[in-house]
């Protein structure tokens, strides 16, 4: 088993929209084999983009799973691909991602560089370890410059990207690629769709530039070792291409360099040469350290290694629906093996599920498979309850293994279905919707009764609520986009609460003594400490003040909007004998909590967004001011031949129908990417703005 992993890939390609990944993807599984005509992303004909909206509006959505073989030195290699979304309202779809596969395909525009997103992947497969190499594409565009992409990814990354080739021309002389390694040129045949590539001579005019970069490769292999340093002191050709190749295998693996390639997707030039790079240079499950998790029957940390003899253990990553076969959960197997039919233990609910079928995904497709491996991913049909994040694992070897972490939500709609006899069917719909992706989340509002959906941006609730109209046939009117703020408090406070109630008979009673303050760094949610001695509140209703602080903390006491974080020290209190309940002191902690926050200084918090304007420079005088107008701190300005670029760090709130602002003062000329950055105190007049629409908004809900 252990040598057949050794054949196998778990690889995700990953980079800013537009920088090419499904157009790669789609060059992929012609060469392959899988398809026998290349589908293209600008023809609404992608295999990985299956779903409508992809196919019409030419972006991923969704991250779309294949398997393809390739073979190279004579051995055939199983690649399992997951392409990615560039957009960053739909970032969940590679948190996911990366958080089960091996490696990474970092994909650069040639033109572009290091892009707003580019940055946000990047952090990502750091986040998780991912070993990766990077593609910078379309080397035919104009403007295509291979070495200022290799200085961005250094300098805006903190990489240490290492040359592997060097473009033979660029633009519309881009015709192959010298490969550093083996010191050879080679040219794509364009009437063969880039299926064949023959050697060529070393054009006179890169010669040294080759002899440059190759000589800079093999000092770094040099470094990986005493004997290969010894060998390069006294003869640096004495070192061979497998010593070469070994050498940035391992430094690759250790996530100390990343091996840059060059193509152009687009134009079939390049990819075989990337599909023999993530061959040679990206991970196999056994490369990976064994996964750890923890006994939830022990508590104590255990391990399960990439093989078939360990007990079974595999982690959910995606839950989706299909209007056939129903819910399917896409999972990676770290250990053991699977058979269809079989029972398995979801140890974050602590139920067993019958797992009836499993499948092999490509793309929207399905191919049945009786038994999966370790080091494999697969797709499961049949279950009752397992979400995104879940560990399942044979039920007499329980284990948890770490789950993912998703980003909250910034954006906020009111919408409701237009006939009322979609009413209980939109409930159906907003949860399947939920359970597939966890960036989405839906409330309903107590004041008004309106359902509230939450996601990521503009473009994703737009995208849900079509999907809503097209695979549940729900038409629904809609609210204006709202900004999800939050409260917070600045200060310290004590405070002494006392809840009583009597009414004859058996009444209420509670007694606590809190400190309330913000939470510490990096804690989200409450930070409850217990610091009660003497059994003045009896253990079996400390949970209950926890619970009430809990509750409490989802509306806030300034405007109502949920309080992310909070620290609360229950110092001390009292309790009756017969009066006191668990209600009593989660009802007291409620009271607490409005009246300390009162006392401790509620501000809102605002969602602060990074920006990044692309304009001509004879535009840059009025976007800057456009910004300034938004409240937007520059940040820097980048100069590039005949155009800026312009970051800066601009409140949500005020970006709303930018994109039509910006087209309109550069003639439809500059581009601009939002992506989240941070939570940041609102102004005073923006607070009072605030409270006036949302009180205004609520009379005349409540006169409707």
Sequence with gaps: MSNKLTYTRNIGIMAHIDAGKTTTTERILYYTGINHRIGEVHDGNATMDWMIQEQERGITITSAATTVFWNYNNNDYKINIIDTPGHVDFTVEVERSLRVLDGAVTLFCAVGGVEPQSETVWKQADKYNVPRISYINKMDRAGADFFNVLTQIKEKLGANPIPLQIP??????????????????????DDSFGINYFEIPIPDNLKSLTEEYRIKLIEGVAEESDELLNKFISDPNSITEEEIISAIRIATLELRITPVICGSSFKNKGVQSLMDAIITFLPCPTDIPAIKGINPYTNKEEERKPDVNEPFSALAFKITTDPFVGRIAFFRVYSGSLEAGTFILNSNTNKKERISRIMEMHANKQKPLQKIDAGNIGAAVGFKQIRTGDTLCAPNNPIVLESMEFPEPVINMAI????????????????????????????????????????MGELHLDILLDRIKREFNIEC????????????????????????????????????????????????????????????????????????????????????????????????GSYHSVDSDA??????????????????????????????????????????????????????????????????????????????????????????????????????????????????????????
Excluded at 547 to 568: R, T
Aim: some cysteine; charged content about 30%; overall charge negative.
């Design 168 to 189: 033979l021309g660029e633009e519309d002389e881009f015709i192959g690629i010298i490969d550093l390694v083996t010191n050879k040129a080679y040219k794509w045949d």
């Design 583 to 704: 209600l009593s002191f989660e009802i007291a902690a409620g009271l607490a909590f409005k009246a300390a926050c009162k006392k401790a200084k509620s501000v809102l918090l605002e969602p602060i967004m990074k920006a990044e304007i692309i304009t001509p420079d004879e535009y840059i005088g009025d976007v800057t001011s456009d910004l300034n107008k938004r409240r937007g701190k520059l940040e820097n300005i980048d100069s590039r031949i005949g155009y800026q670029i312009i970051k800066v760090k601009v409140p949500l709130s005020e970006m709303f129908g930018y994109i039509t602002t910006l087209r309109t003062i550069t003639s439809g000329r500059a581009t601009s990417n939002l992506e989240f950055s941070h939570y940041s105190e609102a102004p005073k007049e923006i607070i009072d703005n605030v409270i006036y629409k949302i009180k205004g908004y609520i009379v005349n809900e409540l006169v409707k």
């Design 416 to 455: 409701e279905p237009k006939t009322q006899e979609d009413v209980d069917k939109i409930y159906s719909a907003l949860n399947k919707l939920a359970e597939e992706d966890p960036t989405f989340t839906i409330k309903t509002d107590d004041e008004t009764g309106q359902t509230i959906i939450s996601g």
């Design 477 to 572: 009117n809609r609210g204006t986009p709202q900004v999800a703020y939050k409260e917070a408090i600045l200060f310290t406070v004590k405070h002494h609460e006392i809840y009583k109630k009597q009414t004859g008979g058996r009444g209420k009673f509670a007694e606590i003594f809190i400190e309330i303050s913000p939470a510490d760094e990096n804690i989200k949610g409450l930070q409850f400490i217990n610091l009660v001695k003497g059994g003045n509140i009896p253990n079996q209703y400390i949970p209950s003040i926890k619970k009430g602080f809990e509750s409490a903390m989802m509306n806030g006491v300034l405007i109502g909007f949920p309080m992310d974080n909070l620290k609360v020290k229950l110092i001390d």
